[in-house]
């Protein structure tokens, strides 16, 4: 008997913590969603496409996306910050960069 009380102490502790992890998840989404939503200024969604010839001749930003056709080589030579590497641990090959690769820079010269 002591053993099924244990067994459905458990259980009840076990879908509490549940109901409690999913509350929390629910409630950081929630706050999430409305800190996201402070009208970027771009159009519906805040977010600005940009292709073609645009893309070479955007200015340098301390965040950068990377192009395609672009190497660490010729963003570093666009925006003046020699040291891409050392700011960017998660770039483990600086022959491994592709299109969409979000890097930080200090930017010393604009385009």
């Known amino acids: 008997m002591a053993r099924r009380q244990l067994m ?3 259980s ?3 879908d509490t913590t549940s109901w409690c992890v999913a509350l929390s998840l629910v409630a950081m989404l929630m706050v999430v969603c ?7 200024g771009a159009g519906e969604g805040g977010v600005v496409v940009v292709r073609g010839a ?3 001749a955007r200015p340098c930003e301390e ?3 990377v192009a395609e056709g672009e190497t ?7 925006c003046g910050d020699p040291f891409i590497l050392e700011r960017n641990p998660h770039v483990h090959d600086p022959d ?3 299109p969409g690769l ?9 385009r």
């Open 8 to 10: 459905g102490w458990v």
């Open 12 to 14: 009840a502790a076990a």
């Open 34 to 40: 409305t800190l996201g939503t402070g009208g970027g």
């Open 54 to 56: 645009a893309l070479s």
């Open 63 to 65: 965040i950068y996306v």
């Open 72 to 78: 660490l080589h010729s963003i570093s030579d666009k």
């Open 96 to 98: 491994d960069v592709f």
């Open 102 to 110: 979000v890097i930080q820079i200090a930017p010393s010269k604009p």
